[in-house]
């Protein structure tokens, strides 16, 4: 596609349910990273892919997150028992990758979550 | 790990200058910048790699000095359309493409 797409745009939820996060990366590009951003926070990392290599979850801020990505493309952010506090902006963004460094990343427009 | 920027914001009238820092306790491969209007997704603005290098964007540069690893972003005359949120990227390492955001610094451009 023409840019990094994420669905849904909105999602409200429930405390206590589970959400999935899709995001269609630019194609051709290997590197996909997720990062959140609570209101008027900054971008806080959470994980990142890079081709066939084991993802980087160090970000990841509790086991009631998860992220895959399928076949090198398509990439899903699940977070199980939903709480409040994970209310953010959840932000995918990709980027041609590890070919030296220096690759610019390409952000979607997010996912809003709100827990209720 | 994650990047220190100051200030945490900035208020201009159109025409001034300002000077945003970034600055990383880890030593630094690359630096990248973005912008993020209200709303919106963040936009690349410029990467500034090992090597001290400077970079200019019509009248937006970069400094990297690594040694000191920090970067510096300057507006140069600013525009209304600099208003945003300005994001510096760090990668700690050559080859990884792993991206730790700043902390931001809002930037509000008045006529």
């Known amino acids: 596609g023409a840019g990094v797409s994420q669905s849904p745009s909105n999602k409200v939820t429930e405390k206590g349910k589970d959400v999935e996060l899709r995001c269609d990366p630019i194609?051709?590009?290997?590197?996909l990273y997720w990062y959140r951003q609570s209101l008027g926070q900054g971008l806080e990392f959470l994980i990142y892919?890079?081709?066939?290599?084991?993802?980087?979850k160090s970000g990841l801020p509790s086991d009631r997150f998860s992220a895959e990505r399928t076949g090198g493309s398509v990439s899903t952010l699940t977070i199980q028992r939903t709480q409040q506090e994970d209310s953010a902006v959840y932000l995918c963004?990709?980027?041609?990758?590890?070919?030296?460094?220096?690759?610019?990343?390409?952000f979607g427009q997010g996912t809003r979550l709100t827990v209720v | 790990q994650q990047p220190v920027q100051s200030p945490q914001a900035v208020i201009l009238r159109e025409g001034e200058d300002a000077v945003i820092n970034c600055s990383s306790s880890?030593?630094?491969?690359?630096v990248h910048w973005y912008r993020q209007k209200h709303g919106e997704a963040p936009v690349f603005l410029m990467i500034?790699?090992?090597?001290?290098e400077q970079k200019g964007h019509d009248k937006i540069s970069a400094s990297f000095n690594e040694k000191k690893q920090q970067s510096s972003l300057y507006l140069t005359a600013s525009q209304l359309s600099y208003s945003g949120t300005y994001f510096c990227?760090?990668?700690?390492?050559?080859?990884?493409?792993?991206?730790?955001f700043g902390t931001g610094t809002r930037l509000q451009v008045f006529p």
């Open positions: 892919f890079q081709g066939n290599s084991a993802p980087d």
């Open positions: 880890k030593a630094l491969y690359s």
């Open positions: 500034l790699l090992k090597g001290g």
């Open positions: 963004a990709s980027s041609l990758g590890r070919q030296g460094s220096g690759r610019k990343a390409f």
């Open positions: 990227g760090t990668e700690i390492r050559y080859n990884t493409d792993k991206l730790i």
């Open positions: 194609s051709g590009h290997t590197a």
